[in-house]
């Protein structure tokens, strides 16, 4: 089966996300809990060991740039998770709202070797997490860290976990009622209409104009020439590299 973009899109505009029961499943259900985990974009919990993980730059870090092998990373069992819910449907539903410019990555390496990393889908001002995964001690907390200073760096006001796990408590993470959530989602979507091209774009009438996605250029990875292209969001596709120590700053400093 596939998953139409469209769908897709309009699903997380209201609150709904595709899981499978197995990486083998042919099939993908529609999940909308009643439950919902974030991360508040200024409660990201930077403990003393982690920001010294980061300043060090024990991983290399980058954006958009292997986001089929963080997909496919996320997708592997693990002894610590023998199975997964992302089949093939949904693996190629991702990789194909990358390369429309709405699914982004970000990938932890050591050496040549991609060790960790996340990704998932950005609408408007908000980030809904698919996935992470981590190979080498901190590679997942490193890469969320990440995340969430370019979030905060690019205005985003919600990054949704959907499911609450005790390792995403420990960063920061709440849990609130569906209702809540939606309220936050209406106001991180607000101004936004799902239109043609790389993002959400205003259309100044509030209401969602037709979608008719042509195939595009994946989003400039870190350290590609982004001159001449208007990626959404810039928090997440700016170019060159980013030192540990900023993140750092962007994570500690108030508003």
Not at 84 to 106: K, Q, V
Request: hydrophobic content about 45%; overall charge negative; some cysteine.
């Amino acid at each position: 089966m596939m998953i139409d973009p469209v769908l897709l899109l309009k699903a997380y505009a209201i609150g709904v996300f595709p899981m499978s029961d197995d990486r083998d499943a042919p099939d993908v259900y529609w999940v909308e809990p009643k439950k919902r985990a974030i991360l508040p974009l200024d409660g990201f919990r930077l403990s003393r060991s982690l920001a010294k993980v980061i300043r060090q730059e024990r991983f290399r870090v980058t954006a958009n740039h292997d986001f089929a092998g963080i997909v496919a990373l996320c997708a592997q069992a693990a002894p610590d998770r023998p199975s997964t819910w992302i089949n093939g449907p949904i693996e190629r539903a991702y990789r194909h709202l990358h390369a429309i410019g709405f699914a982004h990555s970000i990938e932890c390496w050591e050496g040549d070797d991609l060790v960790g990393g996340l990704y998932g889908v950005a609408i408007g001002r908000a980030f809904f997490g698919e996935s992470m995964v981590s190979r080498r001690t901190d590679a997942s907390k490193v890469a969320l860290a990440w995340l969430v200073a370019r979030l905060r760096a690019g205005g985003f006001t919600l990054l949704d976990c959907q499911f609450m796990t005790d390792h995403l408590r420990s960063l920061g993470a709440v849990e609130i009622d569906q209702a809540d959530y939606l309220g936050l989602l209406d106001g991180a979507l607000d101004g936004v209409a799902l239109g043609t091209g790389r993002g959400w774009l205003a259309d100044g009438s509030g209401a969602a104009a037709s979608v008719a996605f042509e195939p595009l250029a994946a989003l400039p990875a870190d350290g590609e020439d982004a001159s001449g292209t208007s990626p959404l969001p810039p928090s997440l596709t700016v170019p060159g590299p980013v030192s540990g120590q900023l993140i750092v700053q962007l994570l500690t400093q108030t508003s």
